[in-house]
């Protein structure tokens, strides 16, 4: 029987000050190490994901408890074991910058995914921003090794086109030339 | 992964504010193609051309779209022509330039750099001929972009050079006449050239270069102008060592997106990258301007009192941000004010508020010299002469680059309109305050000798 478990753990809540202090005050009590962990806030609502490993007896029911009995009734919580993944989420490839800018309208989310998953491709992060009444929407992707990135780009532009969106795809070379301080060569491999 | 301000701001300065890279040149060295067979020659030139330009587009195209930046030009600059032309004739000089021009089509590059020869300080018949078949060889081709460095600061100016270089300009004025003189916009005359200049009409692949190499030209004047105005926006009180920060942060997203560019380039070709020319060059496209620039800092007369210290300051926060920014920088680098190419620029000469001899003074601080200037048809050869002297000895002096890039447009007075297009774009005839007047010195030639400070050992 192994020594340790691991969860995966998200909690979304209305965003107030001290919402990770007690998240983490509860891992910290179950004898927990976070690993990994990301947390934003999206329109007024804490959002956190996480990973930690606890001692073997610590299950995901109590965890939940725990969290539960700390946090506010409005709080969401879920706890699942966390699985090996037996693959990754999809080829190994390059990270590129997919950007679309136009105007705000249900599905655009919807469509851009979609188009991703016909190609493969993963996102990995996600981020909008507002200009008076365009959308920008820039998504930080890994492209499968194999794709054609031309092809790609190309099908990416005319798919947003139709619903009147500007889009581009670019290596992510560009973005960290253009605000790191180190050589370019390092960026290019050598 | 990147952060959102980060991505943002790449994005704008790309979608919003013209950021691309002006040009990608690739320099190669024909000096393996020498031979006293004109035929053999100008056959060794275009198959060379040819074959290791052949994929330069190409994969220009390819990396621009994998950054998604405009790769504006894709040029070639070879080693000076005139070193293939000695115990030639210029016949054979204007076979070689035009074998240039049809390699240049055949690769798809829209210039060709290189049809040129450094004469500080002596002059081979070789260099002699090149010269000679300046105004035969810039009006029969398309392309084919021509230099020739007069003076150095180690060498001083070679005058009788310098007039034998303005009386074939005004030949190449006369031959190019139903084109209003065009043929002279293919043509700088520098002190102080680089070897390494990827832009035109100055680039050249310079003694001491490598057989091959990449070097790219930056842009970035519209990114410049936007990030002064956004300051302002923010601090309308922003004093002028504030504004020259903010430039300098601008160069050094600029430059390292240059050298980016450039570097994969290079890998993809097999070739070594050399510099990245950080220059600020506008286009006559309205927000791509040096001189809107320029306006943003607080001129609002471009040749009013201040214009040259505004010169200075963009030219140095440039520099400075760019040198930060790689330890390849090269070319020019500095900020261009070529007077038809940037269309504020060339207002203000029409309105009448930039003159030649403010032009002059600015040179004294910028990154080039006279630069896409309409002269009256009727200049003397003398003073070309002069002009290309006072230029000369600016830069050897202050130990820069300047250069003289004038078209004598036949037939024209001040004041008239003229409108090349596309990049080369549009102005007014100007002529200098005092036409005439220096004759008796010019007609002496000679030697301007080197100022004491190249003493330097």
């Known amino acids: 029987m192994p020594d340790i478990s691991r969860y995966v753990i998200a909690v979304l809540l209305p965003d107030r000050v001290g919402a990770l202090r007690d998240v983490t005050a509860v891992i910290v009590e179950l004898q927990g190490n976070i690993a990994g962990i990301r947390q934003s806030v999206v329109d007024g609502y804490f959002s956190l994901i996480f990973t930690s490993a606890h001692p073997a007896g610590v299950t995901d029911e109590a965890i939940y408890h725990a969290l539960a009995a700390r946090l506010e009734p409005a709080a969401a919580i879920v706890v699942r074991a966390c699985q090996a993944l037996s693959q990754p989420p999809c080829a190994r490839g390059a990270r590129y910058v997919a950007m679309t800018c136009g105007p705000d309208r249900p599905g655009t989310i919807h469509a851009i995914s979609a188009f991703f998953v016909e190609h493969g491709i993963n996102i990995e992060d996600w981020q909008v921003e507002n200009e008076g009444a365009e959308v920008i929407y820039t998504a930080q992707v890994v492209l499968p090794a194999a794709a054609d990135f031309r092809a790609v780009q190309e099908a990416f532009r005319a798919r947003m086109a139709v619903r009147d969106l500007s889009a581009s795809i670019c290596h992510e070379n560009i973005f960290r030339a253009t605000n790191e301080v180190g050589p370019i060569k390092h960026l290019l491999g050598k | 992964m990147l952060a959102r301000q980060d991505v943002l701001s790449t994005l704008r300065m790309v979608r919003e504010e013209n950021l691309d890279v002006r040009t990608v040149t690739l320099g190669l060295n024909l000096n393996c193609c020498a031979s006293r067979d004109p035929e053999a020659l100008v056959s060794a030139v275009r198959a060379r051309i040819v074959s290791l330009a052949g ?6 195209d390819e990396v621009a779209a994998r950054y998604g930046l405009p790769i504006v030009n894709k040029r070639v600059a070879v080693s000076p022509a005139s070193i293939l032309l000695e115990g030639h004739t210029t016949a054979t000089a204007v076979r070689l330039a035009q074998a240039m021009d049809q390699a240049a089509a055949e690769v798809q590059v829209d210039l060709i750099g290189g049809f040129s020869a450094f004469v500080q300080k002596g002059m081979t018949p070789g260099e002699g001929t090149l010269i000679d078949a300046l105004p035969e060889a810039l009006t029969n081709t398309k392309r084919v972009c021509a230099s020739i460095n007069v003076g150095s600061t180690r060498a001083g100016v070679n005058v009788d050079a310098v007039r034998r270089v303005s009386a074939r300009l005004l030949e190449a004025a006369q031959a190019s006449r139903a084109q209003r003189g065009f043929a002279c916009a293919k043509l700088v005359v520098f002190a102080n050239m680089p070897e390494d200049n990827p832009f035109m009409a100055g680039a050249v692949l310079g003694p001491g270069e490598a057989e091959r190499v990449v070097n790219v030209g930056v842009s970035g004047p519209g990114v410049v102008k936007r990030a002064i105005d956004r300051l302002l926006r923010s601090d309308p009180q922003a004093t002028l060592d504030e504004l020259a920060e903010e430039i300098k942060h601008t160069a050094f997203r600029v430059t390292r997106t240059g050298e980016l560019i450039g570097r994969e380039v290079a890998d993809r070709l097999g070739v070594p990258f050399g510099v990245v020319d950080l220059s600020l060059a506008p286009t006559p496209r309205v927000g791509d301007s040096v001189g809107e620039i320029y306006q943003s800092l607080g001129v609002e ?65 910028c990154s080039v010299g006279l630069d896409m200037i309409l002269l009256p048809g009727d200049i003397s050869a003398e003073s070309i002469s002069g002009l290309i002297l006072d230029e000369a000895v600016i830069g050897i002096a202050n130990r820069k680059t300047t250069g003289v890039r004038v078209i004598p447009v036949p037939g024209a007075k001040a004041g008239e309109f003229v409108d090349f297009g596309g990049l080369f774009g549009s102005g007014t005839v100007m002529r200098p305050a005092c036409m005439e007047g220096a004759a008796a010195f010019v007609r002496r030639g000679g030697h301007i000798p080197a100022p004491i400070h190249s003493l330097t050992n």
Not at chain 2, 316 to 321: C, I, L, Q
Request: hydrophobic letters at 50%; glycine letters at 12%.
């Open chain 2, 55 to 60: 994929d330069l587009v190409r994969q220009c």
């Open chain 2, 301 to 365: 007369k471009l040749g009013a009192p201040g214009t040259t210290a505004a010169v200075m300051l963009l030219n140095d926060a440039v520099k400075k941000g760019g040198a930060f920014a790689s330890s390849a920088v090269g070319g020019l680098s500095g900020a261009f004010i070529p007077v038809m190419e940037d269309h504020a620029l060339s207002q203000a000469v029409t309105e009448g508020t930039l003159t030649l001899e403010k032009l002059e003074a600015m040179t004294a601080v």
